[in-house]
C-alpha cells in the first residue's frame, strides 16, 4: 500500500537530476546501545548567551572532529556529541524532557511523530543563513517536514547488500539475497532494525517495503523466522564480521558498505533493482535545547560549503546542497556506493512515520527476534 509520503519511482527520477553528477542517497541506525559522550574542542565561553557547551545528538562516526574542533576555534563553544544507537533511543530521552540536547539528527520517520508531540522549534533560517531553494528537491520540503520548518537534510543514503568473493554469488536484488543467505551456514547477517530488516524481506517476497497490514507482514515474519536458524546474527554491527572472515553477506546501510569495500576490494556493495530502502538523516533543535543560540550559530557553521563538505568527505555520505557537493573530493563524489546512479535509486522508497509507528512491525520483529 503506498503511503502518504512516499515519492514515486517517476517523481524520484525527476527530482535527483544533478546534470553530469551522479546522484546520492542516504540513515543509518546501529545496535541499539546507550549514549557515548565525547567532547571536542576547547572550554572558553562564547558570547551573545549561546553557552559554553552544546550537545549535539547524533549517529557514529557522523561529524568529522576536526570540524567540530574548528566550531569550537571559532566560536569558543564546546561541542559535547551524545552517539546514540537508535532513533527509539533519541525519542525516548526527548519525551522524558529535560534532555539537555540542544541539536538532533533524526531519520525522516520519525520526524512526523517529533513535530506533533512538540519535540522540536522552529528553524530560525535568519539566524542559519540557509536558502534551500537549490538543494535537492528528493530530500527537501517532503511531506515528513513541509517546507523544512523544523529539520534540514544533513545526510541521506540507501540501504543495500553487501557480499564477499567466498560468497559463492552476486546478488542483484533482495529475492536473490534471501535466498543466498540460508544457503551460507550462518555466514549472512540481517541488521537489527525493522525497518530495514522487515522492509528488505518484504521486498523480496514482492510486498511493499512500508507493509503495514497482518497478512503482509505475518508472510514476512514466517520467512524470517525460517530462515533465522540459518544466520550468522541478526545484528547492526555488522563491520567485525565481514571484516575477519565470519560473514560474508549481510544487509548494510551506505556507511558501512563505503568503509568495508574501501578497506576490502573483494567486497561489492548492491542496492537491490527491485526496491528498498532511501532515507536521510536530519537537523533539527529540540523544544526544550537550554543553549538555542549556540544551535542556531552550530547550524549556520557547519552549513557553510567548505565545513559541510570536510564533514561529507569524513563520514562518506551525500550532501543535498550542490555547492557543497561540488566542493567535496572527488573520490567521493564519483563513488557509486555513495552517489548511485539516478536508475538505481529509482526504485526505492522512504519509510514513514506510519512504518515507524507501527505497533504490529515492532510486535513482529519481537517475535522475529525472540523465535
Known amino acids: 500500500m503506498p503511503s502518504p509520503n512516499a515519492i514515486s519511482r517517476r517523481h524520484l527520477l525527476g527530482l535527483l537530476g544533478y546534470g553530469s553528477l551522479l546522484a546520492g542517497t542516504g540513515v543509518a541506525a546501529s545496535a541499539c546501545a546507550p549514549p557515548v559522550k565525547e567532547t571536542t574542542g576547547g572550554s572558553a565561553t562564547a558570547s551573545g548567551g549561546s553557552g559554553s557547551t552544546l550537545t549535539l545528538a547524533t549517529w557514529p562516526n557522523y561529524d568529522d572532529p576536526a570540524v567540530l574542533r574548528r566550531f569550537t576555534e571559532e566560536t569558543g563553544i564546546r561541542v559535547n556529541v551524545q552517539v546514540f544507537g537508535s532513533t527509539e533511543e533519541m525519542e525516548a530521552l526527548l519525551r522524558a524532557g529535560n534532555s539537555g540536547i540542544d541539536v538532533a539528527v533524526p531519520s525522516q520517520y520519525a520526524i512526523p511523530g517529533w513535530i506533533k508531540g512538540d519535540l522540536l522549534q522552529p528553524l530560525d533560517y535568519d539566524e542559519i543563513g540557509v536558502d534551500l531553494s537549490s538543494w535537492n528537491r528528493a530530500v527537501v520540503d517532503q ?26 554469488g552476486e546478488p542483484t536484488s533482495w529475492a536473490e539475497f534471501f535466498t543466498l543467505a540460508p544457503d551460507l551456514d550462518r555466514r549472512a547477517v540481517i541488521v537489527d532494525h525493522q525497518i530495514s530488516s522487515i522492509g528488505s524481506a518484504a521486498v523480496s517476497l514482492g510486498l511493499d517495503f512500508n507493509v503495514r497490514d497482518e497478512k503482509g507482514l505475518g508472510e514476512v515474519e514466517r520467512f524470517l523466522k525460517s ?23 549481510s544487509i548494510a546501510w551506505t556507511g558501512d558498505g563505503v568503509q568495508v569495500v574501501r578497506d576490502n576490494p573483494g567486497f561489492k556493495y548492491v542496492i537491490g533493482k527491485d526496491g528498498g530502502e532511501i532515507w536521510s538523516d536530519n537537523w533539527s533543535v529540540p523544544k526544550d535545547a537550554p543553549h538555542p543560540d549556540a544551535a542556531w550559530a552550530f547550524l549556520k557553521f557547519i552549513h557553510e560549503p567548505k565545513n559541510a563538505a570536510d564533514n561529507i568527505n569524513f563520514s562518506l555520505y551525500p550532501h543535498a546542497d550542490p555547492a557543497v557537493t561540488e566542493l567535496v573530493d572527488s573520490d567521493v563524489r564519483g563513488n557509486p556506493v555513495i552517489y548511485p546512479e539516478d536508475d538505481t535509486i529509482a526504485p526505492l522508497s522512504f519509510a514513514t512515520a506510519e512504518t515507524y509507528n507501527s505497533p504490529l512491525r515492532a510486535e513482529t520483529w519481537a517475535r522475529i527476534k525472540s523465535s
Open 143 to 168: 511531506e515528513f517536514d513541509p517546507g523544512n520548518r523544523f529539520t534540514i537534510p544533513k545526510h541521506w543514503g540507501t540501504t543495500g547488500m553487501i557480499f564477499s568473493g567466498d560468497a559463492g
Open 227 to 249: 530462515i533465522k536458524p540459518k544466520l550468522f546474527a541478526i545484528s547492526s554491527d555488522i563491520q567485525p564480521g565481514l571484516r575477519n572472515g565470519d560473514t560474508w553477506l
